[in-house]
């Protein structure tokens, strides 16, 4: 089955970039998305088809994704962005998502 | 506005059987495909199913395929989950979403972009 691939923690000063990998098998082929979910909430959706935000999301929030690797990236991260991260994509018609990132803010 | 909300968690023995739904409102239901999706407690997020927007295909984790069953009424605008041969490993919140694309066949649709607040549910004797 598919895998998606994440560090387990990232680590940023308040105001630098925060860069969360998620690595998968020609992963570049596909579209890739990105969750931000804090302590005891839902997941909310930050990027969605590579590089795209939802209405909502601040524009410090970015997302590439080439060859085997998509990458969420925070500028100028601020300390309400310390949460855990979800990449996903689809494989086989069914939806796989990434093992998570804990971002802390510090 | 767009909102899902979840109902039926609870405690259930080793074996059992629970029955979740997720009912929707705010946006055109019978257009989106829904999913079930479930964290366990201090894990991370694992999908566990998908209907299309009409009912008629859906896809199962499989971890969960043969035991849980995914459905909806696009008359009444709700999702339910059917689970069946509970094991201690399902304890988890359970969150339904939508799935972002309109009219998605299956396959490969798009991102969740409308989550629940979710709905724990506890296998244990």
């Known amino acids: 089955s598919y895998e998606l691939t994440q560090p387990p923690s990232v680590s940023v000063s308040p105001g630098q970039t925060a860069s969360i990998t998620c690595s998968g098998d020609?992963?570049?082929?596909?579209?890739a998305c990105w969750y931000q979910q804090k302590p005891g909430q839902s997941p909310v959706l930050v990027i969605y088809q590579d590089t795209k935000r939802p209405s909502g999301i601040p524009e410090r929030f970015s997302g590439s994704n080439s060859g085997n690797t998509a990458t969420l990236t925070i500028s100028g991260t601020q300390t309400m962005d310390e949460a855990d991260y979800y990449c996903?994509?689809?494989?086989?018609?069914?939806?796989?998502f990434g093992g998570g990132t804990k971002l802390t803010v510090l | 506005q767009v909102q899902l909300a979840e109902s039926g968690g609870g405690v259930v023995q080793p074996g059992g059987s629970l029955r979740l739904s997720c009912a929707a409102s705010g946006f055109t239901f019978i257009d989106y495909g829904i999913h079930w999706v479930r964290q366990a407690p201090g894990k991370g997020l694992e999908w566990v199913a998908f209907i299309r927007y009409d009912g008629s295909i859906t896809s199962y984790a499989d971890s969960v395929k043969g035991r849980f069953t995914i459905s909806r009424d696009n008359s009444k605008n709700t999702l339910n989950l059917q689970m069946n041969s509970l094991r201690a490993e399902d304890t988890a919140v359970y969150y339904c979403a939508k799935d972002r694309a309109q009219y998605c066949t299956g396959g490969s649709c798009d991102a969740l972009d409308i989550w629940g607040q979710g709905t724990m549910v506890t296998v244990s004797s």
């Open positions: 020609k992963l570049g082929d596909k579209y």
């Open positions: 996903q994509t689809w494989d086989s018609s069914t939806v796989v």
